[in-house]
């Protein structure tokens, strides 16, 4: 009946994990149009939009994790919880107690899942001893939610917000479907407010929700999965069959997927949101234009490295403040390291963050002299001078990225012998001819994100100015062309390993 075969409508419903649920399928944008449907429906009635929102999000989450959405509601419960216990607890030992059993809840959970191979491995190298490692599957983005969760109990301890007396609106904030994979970590001081909000979209809202969609599908699919279907994996899969150039581009091709990959989503989730009547904070500004590493991470991951900077730096910057400088820099390095543990049970994680901890610290050494530096030559307002350190961060950025992408430290070793002992600079021709769409897709890459920010909200201000059916129409186009450019199936994000 009307083409629709209803023998495979069961399957809308069973959960299959070699076809998860995925931001940019034709299934999500489908059940999406139609969430929006119900959510019109429902304008006018916070209850009923809210628990058509709770299901869709459980619904999402069970596609694309299968049997752990159980352990999401069982997060949402306990903290739930564990923040009302903590508020109604009489005196600081009480408060304390509910703080570590939310603790040990939260961060067990996330030790058991994520690192226990790891340090069963690190047990068998050191020869302590010889054990099997577990057949553990990590959940889909319990770093996210875990992260999410803590952030509320740890606000209700330092007193920056109440606990909320709802439960559905704090299980919304746990499970609400577009962040609860690979972010952005909200706050929950700031999203449990806007839950029972009139839902009532702007015309600029609904462009900016389109336009941040399009943008996200585009990063994604046409960049991001592109260079690196067709480019940066066979190179790091086997970087010394490649000259030190294929490897010097393999490496930035990586920078820029991990960024289109990472921020397409987070611009996907935004303009989910958005078009939900939610403001996620923003996860990404133009990372690659920062002038330091310490400039870096204010526009990387801004979800994350804030979440750090409030509940970890602070706290070990106050535990080493008689130390001064060298306490700064210890507390910089500590939380660096973890942010790479927090990515990566994994060598190569820690000596990334490591990496960046070592750089952010190197910076605050230097801040200074190279103050007065910039003063004595007026370098402040140098735009040649300004390129030379976007250029020079960028690099070191990079270079860190070799660690975290290789298939273990021999083969990143190899990329970076590659690159200084057998460049071979001729062989930038042949690349130009025989990778054109991939040469074409880096280069229209890095351009984008180097053109002013303020052409994006023209582009926006324009599509807020157009007829409903008509944004329908230029949003149906771009998911034609995403289509055709495609050269695989939709591959999975790459932070969902995280």
């Not at 577009?178 to 952005?184: A, K, Q, T």
């Not at 389109?210 to 599908?217: P, R, S, T, V």
């Not at 190179?235 to 960024?259: C, H, K, M, W």
Request: hydrophobic content about 55%.
């Amino acid at each position: 009946m009307f083409g629709i075969d209803i023998s495979k409508l069961p399957d809308l419903f069973l959960f299959d994990p070699n076809y998860p649920l995925l931001f940019g399928s034709s299934l999500f944008l489908f059940l999406f149009f139609a969430l929006l449907v119900f959510y019109r429906i429902f304008a006018k009635s916070n209850n009923a939009r809210n628990l058509v929102l709770i299901v869709f999000s459980l619904y999402f989450y069970y596609m694309a994790g299968g049997v752990f959405v159980l352990l999401l509601i069982l997060n949402a419960v306990l903290n739930f919880y564990f923040g009302k216990w903590m508020g109604a607890a009489k005196g600081e030992n009480n408060k304390r107690t509910f703080l570590l059993l939310a603790l040990l809840f939260n961060l067990g959970l996330l030790a058991y899942f994520k690192y226990t191979n790891f340090f069963i491995q690190l047990i068998n190298d050191i020869n302590i001893g010889q054990f099997e490692l577990l057949d553990i599957i990590l959940p889909l983005g319990i770093s996210f939610y875990t992260f999410k969760s803590l952030s509320y109990i740890l606000d209700i301890y330092l007193e920056v917000m109440e606990p909320t007396k709802s439960f559905r609106d704090y299980f919304i904030f746990v499970t609400f479907f577009p962040n609860i994979l690979s972010g952005p970590i909200d706050r929950a001081v700031k999203f449990l407010p806007q839950i029972n909000k009139t839902y009532n979209l702007t015309r600029k809202d609904i462009a900016m929700g389109l336009m941040l969609i399009m943008m996200g599908l585009i990063k994604k699919i046409m960049i991001a999965d592109y260079i690196s279907l067709n480019f940066v994996d066979r190179v790091f899969d086997s970087p010394i069959r490649f000259t030190g150039v294929e490897n010097l581009l393999a490496v930035y091709g990586y920078a820029l997927q991990l960024y289109c990959d990472f921020s397409g989503y987070s611009d996907i989730a935004i303009g989910i949101a958005l078009l939900l009547g939610f403001k996620l904070m923003e996860n990404f500004n133009y990372p690659f234009k920062a002038k330091s590493v310490s400039d870096f991470w204010k526009r990387w991951h801004i979800s994350l490295s804030s979440w750090l900077l409030d509940y970890v730096f602070r706290p070990l910057q106050m535990t080493f403040r008689n130390w001064g400088k060298v306490g700064n820099i210890t507390a910089l390095v500590i939380t660096f390291v973890l942010v790479g543990f927090w990515h990566g049970a994994s060598w190569a994680f820690l000596i990334w963050g490591l990496l960046h901890g070592l750089y952010m610290g190197i910076g605050l050494l230097v801040q200074g002299p190279k103050r007065k530096f910039y003063n004595k030559y007026n370098l402040f307002n140098s735009k040649i001078f300004g390129g030379i350190q976007i250029f020079i961060t960028f690099n070191l950025v990079a270079f860190s990225f070799i660690f975290i992408r290789a298939n273990n430290f021999e083969s990143a070793i190899d990329v970076v012998k590659q690159i200084l002992f057998f460049f071979k600079p001729n062989v930038f021709i042949q690349f130009i001819e025989g990778f054109t769409p991939t040469f074409i897709l880096i280069v229209l890459g890095f351009l984008f994100h180097f053109l002013p920010s303020s052409l994006g909200d023209k582009v926006t201000d324009e599509l807020s100015k157009m007829n409903i059916f008509v944004q329908a129409i230029i949003f149906t186009i771009v998911i034609w062309i995403i289509t055709q450019v495609q050269s695989a199936d939709l591959q999975p994000f790459i932070y969902f390993q995280f």
